[in-house]
């Protein structure tokens, strides 16, 4: 029998508390906080690489379509519908916080896209060597993330650059590969190390290099540099500290029940906090940031792990939705 590894669910259970504790922070207006929990978009890329360019793993495209290509597209008609109602009844509450009633979900249209591409990618990753996958990284990262990003800040931005964020999702997508896959050397891990202890530092987004669109498109979260660096050192940190660990099934099961509730919390947490925000200023009720931050942090994580649940308990169309 093949053992399940561990820091998937670790990283995917972190990068989902972490996307919560993002929204939270933007409504609360605190750049900073906000800035430092963006790798959550990237990671969630990456994790899903991990798996989609294994080529040993065999899907045919008629069960891509249903099973993953149909599920994200259901999820995103009906989440962005109701985004929208909840948007206009409560004045526009999820448009001040993510720039958009159903904003959020941009980032389903990029896992489309990854997922469409994803059998054509794997026939590389099955002939390729090392080298050669380090190459597609690092082009794909230098290219496509860090190139847009600057011209961007400096106001330069031509029809071309965006067309080159691109090459960042499939770069992002297909680190989670070769994280996954590759021993690192010292020289490599070195690199990954700073470029994220660096970027862990400077990504301070709001007095680094101002705000901007990178920090509040989820689209755009995972192909900004910082979020890309400093989410490539968690999950090389996180894989190789549990490499060698033994993790007791008490301290799996609520971290593999969160990881599998990840994509409906997802879904359904920025409402929530729309209708939170709502009733806080309707009724004048103005708390603390930090302790707003936490509080309502942790309400939506359990709200909407709970609600993702009874959800998937609908027959035939509930593993859809979430």
């Not at 660096?229 to 799996?252: D, H, P, Q, W, Y």
């Not at 879904?267 to 603390?288: D, F, M, S, T």
């Amino acid at each position: 029998m093949k053992r399940r590894m561990v820091y998937p669910d670790v990283l995917r259970a972190l990068s989902c508390i972490a996307v919560v504790f993002l929204s939270t922070s933007m409504a609360a207006g605190c750049t900073g906080v906000s800035g430092l929990l963006t790798w959550a978009a990237p990671m969630f890329v990456m994790l899903s690489g991990m798996f989609f360019l294994d080529s040993s793993w065999f899907i045919s495209s008629q069960d891509m379509a249903r099973k993953y290509g149909l599920r994200v597209l259901e999820s995103y008609l009906v989440w962005g519908c109701l985004a929208m109602t909840v948007n206009y009844a409560t004045g526009g509450v999820i448009s001040g916080i993510l720039s958009g009633s159903s904003f959020y979900l941009n980032f389903l249209f990029v896992m489309i896209i990854l997922y469409a591409i994803s059998p054509i990618m794997r026939v590389f990753t099955r002939v390729a060597q090392t080298r050669e996958l380090w190459y597609v990284v690092v082009f794909g990262i230098v290219i496509g993330c860090i190139y847009p990003f600057f011209q961007l800040q400096l106001e330069t931005t031509r029809m071309a650059d965006h067309a080159m964020i691109g090459f960042g999702y499939l770069a992002v997508f297909m680190a989670g590969w070769y994280l996954r896959t590759t021993v690192l050397s010292r020289k490599q891990l070195r690199v990954i190390y700073l470029l994220g202890g660096i970027c862990l530092i400077l990504t301070l987004r709001g007095i680094w290099m101002g705000p901007s669109m990178f920090s509040s498109d989820p689209a755009l979260m995972i192909v900004a540099p910082d979020a890309v660096f400093i989410a490539m050192a968690l999950f090389v940190v996180v894989k190789n500290t549990l490499a060698g660990m033994r993790v007791s099934v008490k301290v799996l099961r609520p971290i593999s029940k969160i990881a599998q509730l990840s994509f409906g919390i997802y879904l359904i947490h920025p409402i929530l906090l729309a209708v939170v925000c709502y009733v806080l200023n309707r009724n004048g009720i103005v708390l603390p940031t930090a302790l707003f931050v936490i509080l309502v942090s942790v309400l939506l994580l359990a709200v909407s792990g709970l609600l993702t649940f009874l959800i998937r308990k609908i027959p035939k169309i509930g593993r859809y939705l979430v």
